[in-house]
């Protein structure tokens, strides 16, 4: 199983750091963002498990940011931490969308361990997925049939597969997966590979060619 991927949106130098070395101790593969935009292009075009945001960020405020990832459809879990500690500002923040929230300064263990209940719940909720009459897991990267035969995926085929998943109505030109899937591409070939290796394992009905357009979730 590989390490749960973990956002982390902090403008502080020093702070910033500190989380991702925390996160690195105990088995995660953390990824810094300094400032709000940055923050918001990281979620919206990579994978991600959980989400720590700090409120007070440059360029997008930290809920500000998490608004727009959840009417976007971004459904990732997210704990805020911030110095803003009052009763009032706990109910903006859980209201706006975040799973929890942690006011600085923290300890530790109860910071890593509310980790674990956000990757928990969303490991329940948020990591299965339907792909026709098929179940996705996004934790071990397997398309299970209902009759029970299992196809594993690999790490960028379990990507786009999530991507078209997550927007079984929608359909994804070439460049937006280039974008959300392989942002290092330097060609939208790589998407019809991808997309080619999805049907050999799953079926050629899997992912429909929406002519025109691109790609979507198809009927598995």
Same mark, same amino acid.
């Given at each position: 199983m590989s390490a749960a991927r973990v956002l982390v949106v %902090? =403008? =502080? #130098? %020093? /702070? !910033? @750091? /500190? $989380? $991702?070395? /925390? /996160? #690195?101790?105990?088995g995660y593969e953390p990824e810094l963002a300094p400032d709000g935009q940055a923050g918001l292009h990281l979620a919206l075009t990579r994978q991600y498990d959980a989400m720590i945001l700090d409120r007070g960020l440059p360029a997008i405020e930290g809920l500000d940011l998490l608004g727009r990832l959840r009417r976007t459809g971004v459904t990732v879990p997210a704990l805020v931490l911030t110095a803003l500690g009052t009763v009032p500002d706990r109910v903006t923040g859980l209201d706006a969308g975040a799973e929890d929230y942690v006011v600085k300064p923290f300890e530790v263990d109860e910071l890593l361990a509310r980790v674990r209940v956000l990757l928990r719940g969303h490991s329940r909720s948020g990591q299965q997925l339907m792909v026709g009459d098929a179940t996705f897991d996004l934790i071990t990267r397997t398309v299970t049939a @209902? %009759? !029970?035969s299992v196809v594993a995926l690999s790490g960028r085929e379990s990507d786009l597969l999530r991507l078209l998943a997550q927007h079984p109505a929608r359909a994804f030109t070439r460049e937006e997966i280039v974008q959300r899937v392989f942002p290092e591409a330097a060609t939208v070939a790589l998407v019809d590979t991808y997309v080619h290796y999805l049907r050999r394992k799953l079926g050629t009905a899997a992912v429909a060619t929406v002519r025109g357009v691109g790609y979507r979730l198809g009927r598995g």
């Open positions: %902090e =403008d =502080d #130098r %020093e /702070l !910033g @750091p /500190l $989380l $991702l070395r /925390l /996160l #690195r101790s105990a @209902p %009759e !029970g």
